[in-house]
């Protein structure tokens, strides 16, 4: 595949996809089976998740999410869900400008967002996760998630196969790997922190203003095989879904996305490695004045390893790597950026204990570096993406086994997270010129999240 040019996929058009799939959902015959995942399989929270919440998963979370969310325990239950998150944020030092309006430079209590969902299976062969969000910060209601998956169940050699198609609305959303920026640690943030790094395209910047429909076969629980397109929305489409089009660029034709992974079970251990592709060409901010397309190569490794130790002590290590090739031949011409050539690369580790499903403790490196460009990170002094730090986290989840007092679907996790920056901007000391340190970003968050 060639960067610098729209990919076309003939006739294919990824919205048939999704109008395909809905229809489907939308047959009586199986709308008697949806149900929310908990009363779906019968199972407590920490079945499919690792630390008793989502939405770290485990070998059978993985398999569910594989199976289309599909596998159920009994009969119809109630096919809503919803979760609500709060904290209080507080940096080093005073950010130069309040992070969003009706909020200070510091210290901010929010609410930073409340979801509902619609998950669960319909039938044996079509399941959804979808979710309309009210954002906090923002104070803006909007889609949250889409991924809505029809399977088939078969053989192949002597051993099983689960064919799948998903349609969903950001490249990753689908992956059943906690290693991919979607569902990759922190699993809850906040928009009034300071953010670290320049994200890759498929880390991202994409997500909720495309979609997307893929193909993908998951052999013998070992071997998984994935390819599909992402297309843009349209600016009507955006605004009722909640997202603002000035803030999004524009796909020309379709933009590939390819994953492969390996997986081996050891019972109370298992190990994954992996790859992933992703190829867009865009006009940036949806302009097109200049005749021309930015392009962005992604490629991705990931690796997972799993040590559940029957339940009472757990570990896990994750790792991320990315590269990216941009071609920003748009942006140049629009003065958007200094050079039609830059790369980007983001490295993000997590490596988390949990006792017995209770109590957690991440630690989680990451490092992001690439081209210099002085008019693509004007506001750092070396005109640098480079940022260099760790998160730590630990937290506390009293009833992911389904003891809640309140009944099998209330969760409940109470946390402490402390981000350390030691370079941003591309450096540790006046990266902005203006005398802060990347040190004034040390943000201290702590946060309540509950489940229903």
Request: glycine share 12%; aromatic share 14%.
């Amino acid at each position: 595949m060639c960067v610098g040019r729209g990919y076309k996929v003939g006739k294919f058009n990824v919205r048939i996809a999704a109008v395909f799939l809905f229809v489907i959902l939308l047959m009586p015959e199986n709308a008697s089976a949806v149900s929310a995942y908990a009363d779906q399989t019968g199972q407590a929270c920490n079945a499919c998740h690792i630390g008793g919440f989502g939405p770290r998963l485990t070998q059978f979370g993985r398999e569910f999410k594989l199976e289309g969310y599909t596998l159920r325990g009994g009969g119809f239950t109630t096919p809503l869900s919803a979760a609500a998150v709060a904290s209080y944020v507080h940096t080093s030092k005073d950010q130069p400008a309040p992070p969003a309006p009706h909020y200070g430079t510091n210290d901010n209590v929010a609410f930073d967002s409340a979801v509902v969902y619609l998950a669960g299976g319909f039938g044996s062969h079509i399941g959804s996760f979808v979710g309309v969000s009210y954002e906090g910060a923002e104070r803006n209601f909007g889609w949250e998630m889409v991924d809505v998956r029809a399977i088939q169940r078969t053989s192949l050699g002597g051993s099983s196969v689960v064919l799948g198609l998903s349609v969903n609305n950001a490249p990753t959303l689908q992956d059943s790997w906690n290693t991919v920026r979607a569902w990759g640690f922190p699993f809850t943030d906040s928009e009034l922190a300071p953010a670290h790094g320049v994200p890759p395209l498929i880390a991202g910047p994409l997500t909720g203003n495309v979609l997307g429909a893929s193909a993908y076969a998951w052999w013998d629980s070992h071997i998984y095989a994935e390819a599909g397109v992402y297309q843009s929305l349209s600016r009507g489409f955006l605004r009722t879904v909640g997202v603002d089009p000035a803030e999004t660029s524009l796909i020309d034709g379709a933009a590939p996305y390819l994953r492969v992974a390996y997986q081996k079970d050891y019972g109370d251990q298992n190990f994954e490695l992996g790859a992933i592709a992703f190829f867009a060409d865009l006009y940036p901010g949806r302009d097109k004045s200049a005749g021309k397309t930015d392009g962005y190569s992604d490629i991705a490794l990931d690796a997972s390893y799993q040590y559940l130790g029957g339940g009472d002590n757990t570990f896990i290590v994750n790792a991320l790597y990315t590269h990216e090739d941009q071609k920003l031949r748009a942006s140049q011409l629009l003065g958007n950026s200094a050079k039609t050539s830059d790369t980007l690369n983001d490295l993000h580790l997590a490596m988390a204990y949990y006792w017995r499903d209770t109590i957690g403790l991440t630690v989680a490196p990451f490092n992001s570096w690439g081209s210099s460009d002085a008019l693509l990170y004007a506001d750092s002094r070396k005109f640098s993406p480079d940022s260099t730090g760790a998160e730590f986290q630990i937290d506390y989840t009293p009833w992911g086994d389904g003891s809640s007092p309140f009944g099998r679907r209330f969760n409940l996790r109470l946390g402490l997270q402390y981000t350390l920056y030691t370079r941003y901007g591309g450096a540790g000391r006046n990266y902005d010129g203006a005398g802060r340190n990347a040190s004034d970003n040390n943000t201290l968050r702590m946060f309540t999240w509950i489940m229903f």
